[in-house]
């Protein structure tokens, strides 16, 4: 019997019996319990930080073992606030209450991987949030002082932990006002980890768009990574209430889009590809630096639509975001897809612990 895991996971208690077989229950977010069962020859690792490891036999190439100690035990989240002093407890009240961001969900952000004290990427990140705010009509502080205030945040945090770092930025007090920026560093989610380690199971699901509205219509801002996220977080909410991991998005006219927090990327044979951004996708961070570095593999990279049936073909299909990093998705609407033997090597090649 595995061991239960911790409060807050749906993943509630696993265990397999002598053929191989896993069972576990889950929770969906109406607390319905579902259960899952599958075949496995890989042994449970009952004290891996996400909780018990398990996976299906169906994979080519087993997921490793996980690296505990480069996630326990966890530090303690925190904040730290353009133009006041210190980097705080994340706990802190540090919002007014007529504050934009929180009232209309009005503001930009970006979210990081720390690594050894310091963002991954953060040029890039700090970019697309001045493009972000630019087609929002925000007026974000000078880009120095968002990389100073990165800087301050993870020198307060142990360099020999992982870390996810967002960066804040909200329209500021609804009567005027100046914007509210600030920023947290906290523990990659035990959720995460299993996601870049054993795969994701995920369904598709309509935007109700076509896929060249957006590029025509500023008002809806395609490409920016705005606060508002409920949407985005419905979308992953429903996913898990049907016993899956995450969701991909489709335009009206039965394209595949991005997923609601990552970018989708797929293989076909020696072609690496990713989803054009003219269909107002958000433009991926770590998409863009693997497509970048697809010649170390000696593969040719592009962007193009695809239609969510023509992945069941490919060769490999992962979902990339900053902090997940690589998510092979192993089921696209309950159909397996190939686990690709290239996802260990693509992994490092973007440099994500397991
Ligand atoms: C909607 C959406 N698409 C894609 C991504 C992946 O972008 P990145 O690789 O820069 O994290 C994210 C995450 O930021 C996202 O929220």
């Not at 966890?74 to 002093?85: D, F, I, K, N, Q």
């Amino acid at each position: 019997m595995g061991a239960p895991s911790r409060a807050g996971d749906r993943w509630i208690t696993p265990s397999r019996n002598h053929t191989g077989t896993v069972h576990e229950t889950r929770k969906n977010v109406r607390n319905k319990t579902l259960s899952v069962s599958y075949t496995s020859t890989a042994p449970t690792a009952a004290a891996a930080p996400g909780g018990p490891l398990a996976y299906p036999a169906s994979m080519d190439a087993p997921p490793e073992a996980a690296t505990e100690l480069r996630h326990s035990p966890e530090p303690r989240p925190l904040v730290a606030v353009l133009g006041r002093r210190g980097v705080l407890s994340a706990d802190t009240p540090i919002l007014r209450a007529d504050d934009l961001g929180v009232l209309r969900g009005d503001g930009v952000f970006e979210t990081m991987d720390v690594r050894a004290g310091a963002p991954w990427l953060l040029d890039e990140h700090l970019t697309r949030m001045v493009s972000s705010a630019e087609s929002s009509d925000l007026d974000l502080p000078p880009r120095k002082a968002l990389a100073d205030l990165a800087a301050q945040t993870c020198a307060a945090w142990d360099p020999a932990v992982e870390g996810a770092l967002r960066l804040v930025c909200t329209r500021g007090p609804e009567r005027g006002g100046p914007v509210t920026c600030y920023a947290t560093v906290g523990p990659i989610p035990p959720t995460t980890l299993r996601a870049r380690r054993e795969g994701i199971r995920v369904a598709t699901a309509t935007l109700g768009f076509a896929a060249d509205v957006r590029s025509r219509s500023p008002w809806l801002l395609g490409g920016v990574k705005s606060l508002s996220y409920a949407v985005n977080m419905a979308s992953q909410r429903w996913a898990v209430g049907q016993g899956l991991d995450d969701v991909l998005w489709l335009s009206s006219d039965g394209y595949a889009l991005e997923a609601p927090t990552s970018t989708l990327v797929w293989l076909s044979g020696t072609e690496l590809w990713t989803v054009p951004t003219t269909t107002g996708i958000l433009p991926g961070t770590t998409a863009r630096y693997l497509l970048d570095h697809a010649a170390d593999f000696g593969w040719q990279a592009g962007t193009k639509l695809v239609r969510p049936e023509e992945l069941t073909s490919a060769d490999g299909v992962w979902l990339t975001s900053s902090v997940r990093g690589l998510a092979p998705v192993r089921a696209l609407d309950g159909r397996e897809l190939t686990w690709s033997e290239h996802t260990r090597a693509v992994r490092e090649l973007l440099g994500y612990p397991i």
